[in-house]
């Protein structure tokens, strides 16, 4: 799959701050620009620019660390790639207070980077870079299609096949109803993205001089 001659980085970049996105407001620019680049460059021969866009939209609405939450589930980067080695855990102690019950403890654990050791946070850096999160998303879009593909299902599900990026893998062709309902919850919010990004990347093509 190729990218449209009049793709630009900085119509991608436009495209990524045109609407809502996640990325902290005195890195918009840069982070725009740098994710832009790393988009055009994963797009595959079965993953389009704007499937792409769309997963970065759905995932983290394009931001390149995520947040708190993020980390203690273990996923990385724009797209959100899982990874639970990568979590360096603290564990808080919560005293819960209902009323007439008597308290009780919960131990709640959450990443704190400072507990991690060198080789994560090497591995952590490299994770939340945009242009290698990017790639790695791009690389696992096309192995979950490669997946499905190689199965036997019907034409919605080949339409869907993107659903399973979120499901974290390819679920069997027959039964199995709950996991393909997950599959293609995920897969319409994408395509409602992907609509979204096809708007943001027209938006933002220049007009002059275009036929």
Sequence with gaps: ???????????????????????????????????????????????????????????????????????????????????????????????VRNGRHRPRVRYVRHDDETRCTPEQLVARARMMDPAQNIAMGARLLTRRYDQIHAQRHDADVYRDWIGSYFFGSAPPPHGHRRAWRTVRAYASRVHRAEAMMHRRLQQCRPHEGVE
């Excluded at 970049?13 to 902290?24: E, K, S, T």
């Excluded at 595959?44 to 609405?61: D, I, K, N, P, W």
């Design 1 to 95: 799959m190729t990218v449209p001659a009049w793709i630009t980085v900085s119509i991608v970049a436009c495209a990524i701050n045109a609407g809502d996105n996640n990325i902290p407001r005195s890195q918009r620019e840069g982070v725009a620009h740098i994710e832009a680049e790393a988009f055009i460059a994963a797009v595959q021969t079965h993953v389009s620019l704007e499937t792409l866009l769309a997963v970065g939209h759905t995932e983290s609405r394009f931001n390149p660390t995520g947040s708190q939450r993020d980390r203690d589930n273990g996923v990385w980067g724009v797209m959100q790639i899982l990874d639970r080695s990568l979590s360096c855990w603290r564990t808080e102690r919560i005293v």
